[in-house]
């Protein structure tokens, strides 16, 4: 029974995907966004520091077969990422006056025809894209402020270096995103929930909605909402087009702790292009993600869909000694705690 439940899990997504070279050349560009907006989201004036790490692992060739004008190919598809923003008081001792900051976030993704970590087969009809964001920050905390800016270069087909700009005040954040004089891009943020690691109290705030807004052309333009229905541990969220007026995805998400440190489960509808509707799920544990048909990996990951997804993962951020997941509204409870131990008394006075 046990080897028929794992040939279920492993085959179910046999054959089900087959990215395109043109879905490789197309992720380039949306990972550049996704960068960006991991900064706005880590790099806030009241954190110090950040850190991530990710490998996406495909168990069979026959998952990720490349389909071209010449056929099918079996190889892999990958995504490698790691980055981190650090700040002059990284260490959370505290510090008076302005922080400044550095960070660098970058990605390998593409297709192979072997599976690899360090250095890539290359072989026939392999396809391999590297994007590169660095940002500069300087924030005061006291007045919940920050402005930053960097370069970002994107190594595809058409190789680009793209300048950008973040400002975050309180709970707004934006950031537009320039290749030479043109804006590309523009998203704006408005957090209204109110977050105990930014200093915000609990209160009926816990229940506004996050909202953010991203412009990249007069057609498209996409809305994001997220809203806490319960403690924050569940979620509702949903992507929407404006222009083109359409479904993007929905999701449920559950976090047993508000730092989202220790678990996360979702449930995901996706709409594809076609408009085809499916569903999807996941769960992530320290260092692990397990997916399948997930809105996020069909966003990130080629268009992926009817596949299982494995990625060993790392994503923490630090706010004085207060450790808690990208985005998350409370920091992790701290478990420390100290044994009492007795003064040693005093000696005894002797008579001369």
Same mark, same amino acid.
């Given at each position: 029974m046990k080897w028929i439940i794992c040939l279920l899990f492993f085959f179910t997504g046999a054959f089900?995907? !087959?990215p395109t070279p043109s879905d490789i050349e197309k992720q380039a560009l949306q990972t550049g966004f996704d960068q960006v907006s991991v900064f706005q989201n880590a790099a806030r004036p009241e954190y110090n520091a950040y850190l991530t790490?990710? #490998?996406?692992? +495909?168990? +069979?060739? /026959?998952q990720s077969a490349l389909a071209t004008d010449w056929g099918i190919h079996n190889g892999f598809a990958f995504r490698q990422k790691m980055g981190m923003w650090l700040t002059d008081d990284f260490d959370g001792k505290g510090k008076k006056g302005l922080a400044f900051g550095f960070g660098w976030l970058g990605e390998r993704h593409g297709w192979d025809n072997e599976d690899f970590l360090?250095?890539?087969n290359r072989g026939d009809f392999s396809q391999i894209n590297q994007v590169h964001t660095f940002v500069f920050t300087i924030a005061d905390s006291s007045k919940q402020a920050l402005a930053g800016g960097g370069l970002q270069y994107i !190594?595809?087909?058409n190789n680009m270096l793209r300048w950008w700009l973040l400002g975050t005040y309180g709970r707004l954040s934006l950031f537009p995103i320039f290749h030479k004089g043109d804006l590309q891009v523009l998203n704006t943020q408005l957090n209204l929930q109110a977050r105990a690691l930014q200093g915000h109290r609990d209160s009926w705030q816990n229940y506004l909605p996050d909202l953010e807004y991203s412009y990249f052309s007069k057609d498209s333009m996409k809305i994001f909402i997220s809203q806490n229905i319960f403690k924050q $541990? *569940? *979620?509702?969220?949903?992507?929407?087009?404006? =222009?083109? @007026? !359409?479904?993007?995805?929905a999701a449920f998400k559950f976090y047993p702790d508000p730092s989202r440190l220790l678990l996360a489960l979702e449930t995901t509808v996706t709409q594809k292009e076609n408009d085809k509707i499916y569903f999807g799920g996941g769960i992530t544990l320290p260092f692990l993600r397990i997916a399948y048909n997930h809105a996020d990996d069909y966003e990130k990951f080629f $268009? /992926? =869909?009817? #596949?299982?997804?494995?990625? +060993?993962? +790392? @994503?923490?951020?630090? @706010?004085g000694d207060s450790f808690f997941g990208l985005s998350a509204p409370k920091a992790a409870s701290n478990e420390i705690s100290s044994t009492p131990t007795r003064k040693p008394l005093p000696p005894p006075n002797r008579r001369e």
């Open positions: 089900a995907w !087959n790490a990710g #490998i996406i692992w +495909l168990p +069979l060739p /026959s360090f250095f890539p !190594n595809a087909e $541990k *569940y *979620y509702i969220e949903g992507a929407f087009w404006a =222009r083109p @007026s !359409n479904f993007a995805w $268009k /992926s =869909r009817g #596949i299982w997804i494995f990625e +060993l993962l +790392l @994503s923490i951020g630090t @706010s």
